[in-house]
């Protein structure tokens, strides 16, 4: 079976309650719920949390919370890794079998049920361990500048100052929505970022990092020019 594992614990410190604060017209976590059920690959679709409130949000849009997540894995400095890992220990222990397991954000209201999809595919096609969404970066890298104690600026690269930007080679980073991978990989806790991965590259306008009340409110918009972007498509 395929499975769908949304981590949300309930600590949230820079947006408090995030995870179930209202997004759009919905709680936050409904729309990782949502995709994930109208792509119609998952046999299951469970919510690890350590809070009730969120549990209850989560089986009112349609997931399952078959356990409670343990405190050792609710802290600040839990991984993605092991607390995927916990879950498919949980299905694995009551003799369910597991093809594919991903874990979808539950702060990821940008995903869409085709790219997950497509994720699927993408593993099934190929012998890696995980495919996950991927967006480029909208400045070269490479003129990365930093700044020393003394607030004095220097490039990361001084090497390439006079090469053309448009020479530069594009760069990528993780959108943040969602991880396929096979139970072997994510049981062994593997890296996701490794040469056994392949990635679901997404437009730059569906992806945004949502840590700090600033970000949640550029979400928000993009979302909503999106939202109106779709509905004079026809």
């Not at 949300?8 to 820079?14: L, M, V």
């Not at 997931?63 to 890992?85: C, H, K, Q, W």
Request: proline share 6%; hydrophobic share 40%; with cysteine.
């Amino acid at each position: 079976m395929n499975v769908a594992i949304i981590p949300a614990r309930g600590g949230s410190k820079r947006i408090p309650r995030k995870n179930i604060k209202d997004f759009c017209g919905k709680p936050m976590i409904a729309w990782s719920i949502e995709a994930a059920r109208q792509s119609g690959v998952f046999d299951r679709i469970i919510v690890s949390t350590d809070d009730k409130e969120i549990a209850k949000v989560a089986l009112e849009y349609g997931a399952e919370v078959p356990f409670m997540r343990p405190d050792e894995l609710s802290n600040d400095y839990a991984g993605t890794l092991p607390v995927i890992r916990h879950a498919c220990e949980f299905l694995l222990q009551r003799s369910e079998q597991i093809d594919y397991a991903c874990c979808i954000y539950a702060t990821a209201p940008f995903i869409r049920s085709e790219d997950i999809i497509e994720g699927l595919a993408m593993m099934k096609e190929s012998s890696i361990d995980y495919c996950f969404s991927v967006t480029s970066f909208p400045y070269p890298i490479q003129r990365a500048l930093k700044l020393n104690a003394g607030n004095e600026i220097s490039m990361f690269s001084p090497n390439l100052f006079n090469v053309r930007s448009q020479e530069l080679e594009d760069a990528y980073h993780d959108a943040g929505q969602f991880y396929w991978g096979t139970l072997s990989s994510w049981l062994a806790e593997k890296p996701i970022f490794n040469a056994y991965s392949k990635p679901i590259i997404l437009p730059r306008e569906r992806v945004q990092d949502i840590d700090t009340p600033e970000d949640w409110r550029l979400a928000e918009l993009l979302f909503k020019i999106g939202e109106t972007k779709n509905e004079n498509r026809f």
